[in-house]
């Protein structure tokens, strides 16, 4: 039986997010903000360049200009929806004359899941024909629309599509998502998804001229199925509540910039048993400038950080980290990817950890790789675990903001810093074999995940790397410690921002299926599908970077089938980790996505 281990990635994003971002500390932190306007306009805030860089008004893409006017008129609605009421004043603005509408909520639904009386999922069967409606009407089907979420918190729209009208000149056709969240009356928590095709005058006051909603979804929930134990855990902690809880906004004004910490989130956590006492333990690596945690599980659902006197509270950026036994002594060391090298710790027997200089697993170091993970297998069958580490770009120094290698070309990128496999020799001791087993094929490409797993069920561990800037990787193993790529040849290459890769059976035939998280991109859609967009060839590629994450059902024979679009797994926003997980323990496998980017309270925040 192939042994192989990987990041597990559901506890990896949840509970790095749950124990940097949830927790509410005893006593709150003090806000600070700078006293430097950014921006004052007419040129005189020190970041009003900036700002002139995205004004949509002086954008060449026509259709970039149309967005934008349709977003201050949806942004109206969106207020509405929240509130639930609709300004009656305000809509005939918003109309034009002889405005045509569809039904917003269907008069009937189908059921589509059932998870006894927890939660529930319906889609509409049929919500008609865009027809004439008077203002007094369109105002009561946004209403019922809001009703429909109970009180509303949030009204969010995205614009994903936008392309002229033939045979109008003015006119302009929009997709637009719009999600809405809230709580019923019973106190379940409900969610509408609905997709309109818009259409809308293109001059200065956006008015909408049809509307007609395409599909609606809605899930209730009646109560949260999980609960933010943070405090629970964490909370008696010291390192937490003195420095985990507040989080690394604020910890980017208070330690010099030279030391290189940035707010991506690319850290991850590891989870295993570091002592042997039967309870899981985790790791918690940091940007650079704050030093790693490793957190000792009590026992009694509490957690206190023993980095320091384990020796593992290292202080340079760590990327990535990985709990397993390397040297079959029955207890899990500790893998550290930092970003200038890969840090092995011995674990010896009683929590305690001794750095191993001279592992071999150096090399990233000599070839001034940034690594970023890992991911262990015994690829060769010879006993002991392996290592597969990957890289994104070339150091380029602490502090460096200066990008030391650009993709190019962009969708297709081979430019990246290399990967490494180094093969156990024992004793902890590792040579690089990635030349060797054909691993140095297709290898700098960004790359930002890896996982192994044996989807062809020969008995030997392959593996899949996603990459941010270039197509994926499926390194078949052919034995003998041998690896092709054959992403392209099966079709799975799946070009888009790879950031994330999980296996699972997910419909429960036998063969391990592939889920590949990318991003889901509105902006990117839209601009791939507009006529300024001269690159023809490339269109359908940008198109398919924009269009999210990738679920591959392996057909057996090492055939994969895209069900990426049918399945409905294909959005997940912008995706940074996915896992399968059976969440009512009814025998299939969900699916939970990590996603999102840096926002901020203000809008008008950079």
């Given at each position: ?73 949806l942004e109206k609605v969106s ?218 599980n009590l026992g009694d659902g ?282 009512e323990g009814d025998g299939l ?18």
């Open positions: 039986m192939s042994r192989f281990i990987q990041p597990p990635a559901f506890f990896t994003v949840l509970l790095a997010f749950s124990v940097l971002l949830c927790g509410e500390p005893a006593d709150k932190p003090e806000v600070h903000r700078l006293g430097v306007p950014s921006r004052a306009g007419s040129g005189e805030g020190p970041l009003d360049w900036v700002y002139e860089k995205v004004n949509t008004s002086r954008d060449s893409w026509s259709g970039e200009r149309a967005s934008e006017r349709l977003k201050k008129s207020s509405w929806l929240v509130a639930g009421r609709v300004e009656p004043t305000a809509l005939p603005q918003l109309l034009a004359p002889g405005f045509r509408s569809t039904a917003l909520v269907p008069k009937a639904w189908k059921e589509t899941v059932g998870a006894g009386d927890n939660w529930s999922s319906w889609r509409s069967l049929d919500v008609g024909e865009p027809a004439a409606v008077t203002t007094a009407e369109f105002r009561r089907r946004l209403e019922e629309l809001s009703a429909a979420c109970g009180k509303v918190s949030k009204a969010a729209f995205k614009i994903f599509r936008v392309s002229g009208v033939v045979g109008k000149k003015d006119a302009v056709l929009a997709d637009v998502l719009l999600e809405l969240d809230g709580v019923s009356g019973d106190g379940a928590f409900t969610q509408v998804r609905t997709v309109w095709k818009v259409e809308w005058s293109g001059g200065p006051e956006a008015r909408l001229l049809s509307l007609g909603c395409l599909d609606v979804e809605k899930v209730r929930m009646a109560r949260r199925a999980f609960v933010d134990a943070t405090v629970d855990c964490l909370g008696e902690d010291t390192a937490f509540r003195a420095q985990l809880s507040r989080g690394v906004g604020y910890w980017r004004t208070r330690i010099d910039a030279s030391s290189g910490m940035d707010v991506y989130g690319h850290q991850g956590i590891a989870v295993g048993d570091l002592d042997n006492d039967g309870w899981l333990d985790f790791y918690v690596p940091q940007p650079a400038g704050l030093p790693n945690r490793l957190y000792r509490r957690f206190a950080d023993v980095a320091r006197a384990a020796g593992v509270d290292v202080l340079d950026v760590t990327g990535g980290s990985l709990f397993v036994d390397l040297d079959n002594d029955a207890d899990a060391d500790l893998v550290v990817v930092t970003s200038l090298e890969v840090l092995l710790f011995e674990n010896d027997g009683k929590g305690g950890f001794r750095r191993i200089a001279s592992s071999g697993l150096e090399k990233g170091r000599r070839k001034a790789a940034s690594t970023l993970g890992c991911a262990a297998a015994d690829y060769d069958r010879d006993g002991d675990l392996d290592l597969y580490v990957f890289s994104y770009v070339f150091w380029a120094g602490a502090g460096s903001k200066l990008q030391s290698t650009y993709p190019y070309p962009y969708h297709d990128a081979n430019n990246g810093a290399p990967n490494f496999l180094f093969r156990n020799e024992g004793k902890l001791k590792f040579i690089d074999a990635t030349e060797l087993s054909g691993m140095g094929e297709n290898n700098q490409r960004f790359s930002l995940a890896a996982s192994w797993c044996d989807y062809d069920a020969d008995g030997d561990p392959d593996l899949y790397v996603a990459n941010d800037f270039g197509r994926n990787n499926l390194f078949r193993n052919d034995g003998g410690g041998r690896f092709k790529d054959v992403a392209a040849e099966f079709g799975v290459d799946d070009v888009g921002n790879g950031m994330s890769v999980t296996w699972e059976d997910f419909d429960n035939d036998g063969r391990i299926d592939l889920y590949v998280g990318n991003m889901w991109s509105s902006a990117g859609s839209r601009i791939a599908g507009q006529p300024q967009f001269k690159a023809t060839r490339l269109r359908e590629t940008y198109s398919r970077m924009a269009r999210g994450n990738s679920l591959f059902r392996n057909l057996g024979g090492g055939r994969f089938e895209d069900v990426s679009l049918e399945s409905g797994a294909f959005f997940g926003r912008w995706s940074w980790s996915g896992q399968f997980l059976d969440v496998e969900d699916l939970y996505v990590v996603n999102g980017f840096i926002s901020n309270e203000s809008k008008d925040d950079l």
